[in-house]
């Protein structure tokens, strides 16, 4: 099964261990992205993962590209042109310090795009799965065409599309993302949210929820699942779970909603020690799709995207840097931590 | 409002990481000192933040006053003469495993320091506060006597004297410690002590409180700053209450009295995953100066400066690298640790 | 007293900090080993400690002797020759992500050991106490004869014996482990045991325990401890008890039945959040052994090796980086972490 | 003597040590800038250095102007608004592997300056010379106007302009640098330029200097300077005469032209290895600044600026940390490198 | 074009920068290996580049794999099985002190592969070249015979080989190199030697080259080059002419011989600053197969071929990070070292 | 043969790499001192190496001792006591700008010394060889007597002294220097100079030679080497002979000089890219003392010394890394440094 993910890939500058910006005079430099992190996890996993994005045409866009060889993602269609590298600082928090990212990523390449980089008609032959996330049509006016246009050609094709919300303030307002993500959301398959993205992107929100008080209403975040795909068509939607202690310790939970099924599956809750959270929602989608496309039950596949995502959280970086056996092994044994020799 | 802090700046050498002492043959080197602790945070607080003290005339010294220029502080009267840096050894502890400090801050340009070295008059042009603790006296004879002319012209000034008792067990023995301090504390307006200062110093203490057991007797440090009102004649005294539970997880809250209104506040209590615990106590110190100079209540300056030195333990080094707009996020919001992005 | 404990000395190749296997390009680099391990506790403790080895003729294999020398022990019978360095590589477990070890310790110079290479009554020459563990007959036919050549010596000169079962079923199978760990056990005083080795090597397990769920049942343990003692004519059993609530935090407590007296102590347990658990049953098996020699009580040798090996979870590498002082000092004081000034 | 430095602060993210773009996953991070560069050694030769620029209103920002502080220079008049942080990546060359450098500064926020963040009338207050280079006008078009009227301004004053041609092709071409060069020129008092900018920005070339080849043409460099002294009024040219052997091995000297005296001195040669050359000539301007408010003579100035500019070679990062007793030193003692004890 | 290169994968530990052996406690660690080198090379020059090995199933064999992922190279063909990862310790030398190899590649995946593990009719389909070194028939008897079929099979197909006959007397004696690779050169088209392989494998010595003189025979290698030729059959011969001045600083030139046209060409000579030298032989191959499969000429395959392995004396690690852009830059513009900007 | 080296032990406190003093936020941490250097160096060349020195009773103490020991050092009669541990910073030189170094060495635990801390009849007992330097009676009153009373010892017992005379004008006067080395002289039996010692402490100068120009008079050195035995009764002086091009590159040869042959010998000379010159003259004495030993020819002597020290100057800390074996493969095969593999 082939998977074809569209979106920024960043370089991550983040201020090594736990020190505030520039405290020290490095960076740790890695590379992500909402999409590209789980086009890594894709192939990991096994599937045949195929990323589509823009890059500069300089050494940091071609290092960029090879961070995703190095997972063996097929990057064959990347296309190469002007602007810069987008990057985001980030300072990781502990305790009661929150993580700080600060976005420097306009007039990258990517939010350069124009409509003929991309020939989706070609780009989609043999792809089963489309997948991108509310920040790609964020970045620029020209990529929220372009994404619909994707959108329309995968509808077109029969592919499945998924669709992580992903709000973010710092790249558009609520009212320029409902606007734009309303018509997006027609052509999604599997609608992917957290907490705050339902109400900010879609205005639908759960009652009650005070996501800062570590305490989750479960029959809410049911309700904004299934008006979700009364109201676009949906025919999954995943939502996580996180209850925020600190910066240092969560909760983490998931929930499934299938709409043909009309079930409602929440997974295991896990209590995390954070190591880097940065991409642990990406790392919950690639476990749904993971799940999905083989034909696993709603439990099984809730259960594998929330291990998945609960092993994101000790893994250094956006990538989440782990197999599904490990993911497996997880669910089989619990987290209980023993040294595997 | 113009802050004058007065003390040693030290270089600390800390082993790396949790290693023990020279398990890498590298150390963390960076500057700090309880006054300088308070200065850099008084600085960051955008209050203007003079810092005084004697530094070795060689590269290191310069290099110590200028870890205080980055941030802002005023170093124009600092002194350069002979004397070595003053400086520590930190061995970081983890769990079970307690911090270690070594001190070899003997014969520091500081401790050198003469009389002629400082001129108050002059020194005191425009300061509204005046800030040092019971470190200072305690590294010389002569810093002792410099101490307490210091005292006097800021009394005879009217500039407001603050005060951190600060034992030390390894520069002076409590029966020197008593006798120094209690001729220095009628010029005091405003103490902070921590747990076991005001037992050690001035004979004063809470009934009951076993430091080492995690559990604290508020009434017992209420009647503890009463005491030391009503024998010195202090204005505030500022208390912080730390709960052992080990060397990685802490519980922390601070307590203000103000004897003109006869008032007793206890702040928040915040349960802390510590990234580095040392100058703590210095944070809590100038948010107590902050909320005082800015006219806070009372309950808003022990919550300002109990939430500042709750963020401290999240900040590697000495220096409390963080701003107002941090310290009320955190009132406000709570240290839930949600990414800021 | 003179302990002299043979077995291998070993290259560990650690994944920097939580990072996965070669997400950064380099590894920390320490020596190790389950006998080195006690043989550096045991210096450490003040004891005069010997350790036995055959090392490759090479500057890795110097090295390997010199990381002992820097602890004093004692490694002048330490043989060079053919083979290579053995070395394992460790990924550091975090939260619910499990530590791997991934072993490349085939045809050390130590498995290729010929009896030639050990003269065991010459090697014995004042020795007191003689350790070896369940991992050194493992590596190689030869070195199970080898092994039981010096028990038998040990035997004849009336040292004691202790070995610590430490199955590892990398190394051999559970029936190869039995057959050969059978035949050495009669030779044993003090045997020492985690959660899985009695079971696995000597087939006696206490029922009900899971490890993976963090109960514990005491009782079972202690059953155990005699079954090993009437079979094999031990005369201590050692028995550590981890609770493993995740790869970051731990509770741990120990065992310790005397046959003689037919006491069975415990120790105080204690919650800890780990920095390195590689080498904390060595660590209990060195303060064991401290006890006992020492004459301590059971109760005192229990809550020794319990805190000694305690320690251990906080300090980084295998070696157990603790003093005599700093051991009694958690018993004394318990572990609240304040800091030593 | 007062000096105020005008451009842009930029942040430096190098490839550490030798390595290639991201062959390692860190960046060194520090902050420079053609001006800043000048701002900081001026600072550290004891003038009082003023720098302006406009920075965003972020962390990174703020660090930016600290990195000036810590060396004493005065940031008071920098601006924070709008605009991303500029930076560069580079990559450090070796024997005959040239350094890279890949340019992200557009859109920051001193390139988005309008004319009213800077109010030169006040800015000018006190201050006896202003410095820019021709990287600030390339950067924006609102950029040249600002520099025209912050030059007229100055000229108004009476305070002393100096210029580093500082030609980047990357930031405009060779017709819009002459263009808007050449209109700020007649303001210029001292000219500064290495080997390609005259001829890039001014047209004037000094005939058969191939760069590539290390040999160099003195009277040619004479002629150019009296040419830009002919033509735009300049009193002063200041050029560096740069041998390249190799990534690694320099040669390094310099000339002055004093178009009243009529004079053109050379600085001594010296065979430099490498360890950080970027910032080079601004150490050179620095110099000649510092020599000609001083009053040295030409001949002093230019082996002020010569000795400077060497040790500068031998610093890592833009900022050449170097005092004028060191400049001093070396230009009395020579560079055999002995050891200062 | 289509090259497949088969040899050992090897993870290279290094000591860092240019500290002795465990000196620091850590290993830089990367992987290398002499075909991989040009594998990786060959990927960076824009070929279709196959590398084929065994690994060991487990994490490090998997990371092995991804490091040529990373550039590209196609890993698809890899066996994973049973076995170890061979591996080197490294010492960087510097100025009068030799760099330091010890190999511990006994018993590695590769090493133990077996007839069954490559099946040569279906790997050779649609490849145009087979590259291999004498380093893999020299690892284990198997490997000798499965060289000697793979290059039956080359022959058969008509696809070009180059072996590059890289002697390593830690692996096998003389006389064993010898016998093997005599019967393994008539199927090699394209030989490859330093200084002394040709005297130690072939028996062929150029008279008078002492190479640790760093005085040259430049006739004494044509005649080398030419009884290979007339001996096996092979159309062309490529030495490297390295000149040892010190482990700093090294001469390097490099000679093609070709058999057709009876015609020797010799490279410029470059002097190197070294920052990394292992691996220089096998970025000379490269550079060698690029120029013939391209259809240069003699004189600029050659050239072509020295200014690649040039650069990489430049590069950390075994792989020669650049590309064609970079090598063409060197051999039209000389190694002046000017930053690139 | 047993040699005992009597000095400071004292922590290195390096700014990384070629940074300026607190550039980055952390010192390299070695240990050092002028005889310790010679006493690693000695037990390294296998023979029987004592050290005695007095050591302040803390961890930092403890880690000094472990740093000998892990070299095979003998330190069981190292003394425990009051005082710090003494320290210097190191600045590392390149190019033009020298290395420098600030000591802070004052009150260390050796220089408070008392006489009864030093049994040297005991000591002394199989010793046959007693090595100083002109540091240690520099460094108290105290120890200047202490030094006398081991030489008065050592030449009862007939055994051999050294003294190398480093001079350090920063630890005494040239007068106090020459008062009290005059004294000691008259015991010394083999006494060691650089170039500026002879004059500085003793006030016999070789004419013409200015150091720092990089010229030596070789006969100049002769008649000093001839004049110091004249004026004191020494048998051997061996003299290190530096040119210093640079910080980056210097030339190294040294003389011997045998008064009973009246001999002089010099020894190859070395053109050498300096990794870590700190600590040379330590390792020729070492050399020294080991040829003389040993019963070597004096050319012989002066060549192995010689070489020694070479390569010091590739080693990075103070402590000289190199073994016999490696000194004499300098010797037979000159520094062509090609990679021994």
Redesign the interface.
Known sequence: MKVLSFGELLLR?AA???????????????FCGAEANVAVSLSLFGLESVFLTKLPE???GV?AM??L????VNTECIVFGDG??GL??L?K????????????R??SAVALSENADYNWDKLFEGVDWFHFTGITPALSDNLSVICKEACMAARKKGIMVSCDLNY?K?LWSTEKAKEVMSSLMKYVDVCIANEEDAEKVLGISPDDNN????RLNKSGYELTAKEICQKYGCKYVGITLRE???????GWSCMLYDRDKSETVFSSK??????D??GSGDSFTAGLIYGLINGKSNQETVEFAA?AS??K?????DYN??TVE?VES?IR?????????
């Open positions: 500058l090594p261990s736990y020190t505030r910006f520039l405290q020290k005079d490095s960076f740790d430099a890695t300089n050494e940091i290092a090879r961070s060889q190095y997972f063996g810069r590298m985001y600082y300072e928090g502990a305790s009661q310090r929150p993580s700080k990212v600060i976005y420097d306009k007039d973010r710092k996501v800062n008080e570590a925020s202690y600190s910066a240092s310790v969560n896990y209590d995390i020690q954070i190591i959270r940065v291990a609960c092993l959280h000790s893994v250094e970086g840097r782990v490990e997880l044994n619990g987290g209980s931590g023993r040294v595997q020799r």
